[in-house]
């Protein structure tokens, strides 16, 4: 029985001829031919390169067992005589196996090939396990000569060698398949991270701050619509960036080579344009220094910021919206409730004199002033209305017919007795479909030509009021002129603001032009005035036509 420790040792054995994956392979060039010299340097009839396995001696390869009459490619391993060489380090030699008791009931020795010589060397592994053997055999008794053992020892050598490149040669194809696995695995990555990184707007860079160029990924091309490439320079780099933003880039890029910041977050414009648009890009990365602190790379991604902008400054603007529109309903609520309440206050103190006057001619009097008070609380109320519509009513765009709009509006006028000396009236010129919201339209109208009537010097020999239209595809220009008071330039700035009234010579409550100016504004329109004190005013308002975006509705 073998022993526990060459118990190890032999499980080591055959665990490592397990691993040269050696046994029961076909028959290699390599192998013949040492197989071949070995016999030919010996002058053996026979020669074998064997392997010991655990039950078995296997022949890789062998020359001139056919002769003796042995066409087996193995023989069990107790009648081997392989198992004994294995057992030392170096060759052994039997002369005269009749001679040597090991062998003297061998079968190969009495019967098939008669076996008589032996020379046979380990075939030692460079951790020193012994696979098999390279030897020669003979049917008459016989020595080898030393140059012959010396050969016969430098084959076994090169046999492991050819057993220690096959096992290279296998890694090798093992590893190059790794590396071609590896490789299409990292391709993949590349594909998917490109993914992300068109899908998430973003691009990478690496700027090597003392070649001054850049790595940079294919997102990164995309963002800024540039070819794809991998690197840039920096002149190429700098190009990339709106001229308006770029001498705040370059100054930021300076600041962080000379810094000592390790993070950083910068946004700016690039050139290239979406929907009309300059893209915003965000910056975000990290300065890497070396071992002194200074720096040598930056590296990080840039991001689209486009949408995020957009958003900021819409909220921005609606804030600003917010703030106007709240500061103007605090203003609105009061002066609401005071000239609600004044007109009323001054009608309770009319009705009591009314009521204790007996001449019939104050009376009369009285109620003139009356009927003022109530047609002033009247035009109040009225453009409280106006004012909450436009806010609240979606725009209803409808056909424009200027011609009729201006006659109607006028024809109010007609009947007022003091307008008979004032020279009034409308030229338009109209040749296509002009469509927005009739109701605004009117507010617009009936409160620049009301003004127009009610700052007019009447006195003066031509006193007019004169409205020009003129209508294309875009766009409705409205002249409203009169010859009338005119406002005073350091008023003019404020003359569009809630409850701003430029003079008290005549009743009205300062919303008027606000009004207008909302109403314009929700139409997508402008407004300007021109006005000279004494001279008159012409207010000029500009109006887009609807048409277009009905008719693509
Ligand atoms: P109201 O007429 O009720 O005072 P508006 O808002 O309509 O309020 O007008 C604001 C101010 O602008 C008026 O008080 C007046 O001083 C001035 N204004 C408006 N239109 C004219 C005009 N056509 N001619 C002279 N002054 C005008």
Same mark, same amino acid.
């Given at each position: 029985m073998l022993g526990a420790n060459l118990f190890d040792r032999e499980a080591a054995r055959l665990k490592a001829l397990e691993e040269y994956e050696i046994l029961d392979t076909p028959e290699e060039q390599d192998f013949e031919d040492v197989v071949k010299l070995a016999s030919n340097i010996c002058n053996a009839s026979i020669g074998l390169i064997t392997f010991v396995d655990d039950c078995r001696q296997w022949f890789k390869a062998k020359v001139g067992l056919e002769k003796v009459g042995v066409g087996v490619r193995e023989t069990a391993k107790d009648i081997s005589f392989c198992a004994h060489t294995i057992h030392g380090d170096n060759l052994m030699e039997v002369e005269d196996t009749l001679k040597d008791e090991r062998f003297t009931g061998n079968p190969l020795v009495l019967e098939g #090939?008669?076996?008589?010589f032996y020379a046979g060397v380990p075939l030692i592994t #460079?951790?020193?396990?012994?696979?098999?053997t390279l030897c020669v055999l003979d049917c008459q008794p016989r020595t080898l000569t030393k140059q012959q053992q010396f050969a016969l020892e430098v084959l076994a050598k090169y046999i492991i060698q050819l057993l220690e490149l096959r096992i290279k040669k296998k890694n090798l194809v093992l590893a190059q398949k790794d590396h071609k696995s590896l490789k299409e695995k990292m391709q993949r990555q590349e594909r998917t991270l490109a993914r992300i990184q068109r899908a998430a707007r973003i691009g990478m860079f690496e700027f090597d701050i003392a070649v001054d160029s850049l790595k940079i990924s294919e997102g990164f091309c995309d963002l800024f619509g540039i070819? #794809?490439?991998s690197q840039i320079n920096k002149t190429q780099y700098l190009e990339l960036v709106h001229p308006d933003d770029l001498p705040g880039f370059k100054n930021y890029l300076n600041s962080l080579q000379k810094g000592t910041a390790r993070r950083f977050t910068y946004d700016y414009r690039c050139n290239k344009k979406r929907k009309g648009q300059h893209i915003h890009i965000r910056t975000i990365g990290e300065v890497v220094r070396n071992e002194k602190a200074e720096p040598m790379q930056l590296i990080g991604i840039k991001q689209d910021i486009t949408r995020q902008k957009w958003y900021e400054q819409q909220l921005e603007e609606q804030n600003a919206e917010l703030m106007k529109v709240n500061e103007e309903l605090d203003n609105f609520v009061y002066r609401v409730s005071h000239d609600l309440r004044a007109p009323i206050a001054s009608l309770l103190g009319l009705a009591e004199i009314i009521d204790g006057e007996e001449d019939i001619n104050k009376v009369h009097e009285l109620l003139l002033l009356v009927k003022k008070t109530l047609e002033k609380q009247d035009k109040f109320i009225k453009d409280i209305l106006d004012y909450s519509r436009n806010s609240r009513q979606e725009i209803q765009a409808e056909i424009i017919d200027f011609h009729k709009l201006l006659e109607d509006i006028f024809s109010e006028y007609t009947?007022? #007795?003091? *307008?008979?000396q004032v020279e009034f009236g409308y030229i338009v010129v109209q040749d296509v479909f002009f469509m927005t919201d009739l109701y605004r339209l009117r507010v617009i109208l009936n409160n620049l030509i009301s003004n127009a009537f009610k700052y007019l010097? *009447?006195?003066?020999?031509?006193a007019f009021v004169k409205v020009k239209v003129n209508a294309d595809a875009a766009k409705a220009i409205i002249e409203v002129a009169d010859n009338g008071t005119g406002i005073p330039a350091n008023h003019l700035p404020k003359i569009?603001?809630?409850? *701003?009234?430029?003079?008290?010579q005549q009743p009205g409550s300062g919303l008027g032009l606000y009004i207008v100016k909302e109403t314009i504004s929700k139409l997508k329109g402008e407004v300007s005035i021109e006005s000279q004190q004494g001279e008159g005013s012409v207010f000029r308002v500009s109006l887009p036509n609807l048409a277009k975006e009905e008719l693509s509705r």
């Open positions: #090939p008669k076996i008589r #460079p951790r020193g396990h012994k696979l098999g070819k #794809p490439t009947f007022v #007795p003091q *307008y008979k010097q *009447y006195h003066k020999e031509n569009f603001e809630m409850f *701003y009234r430029a003079t008290d």
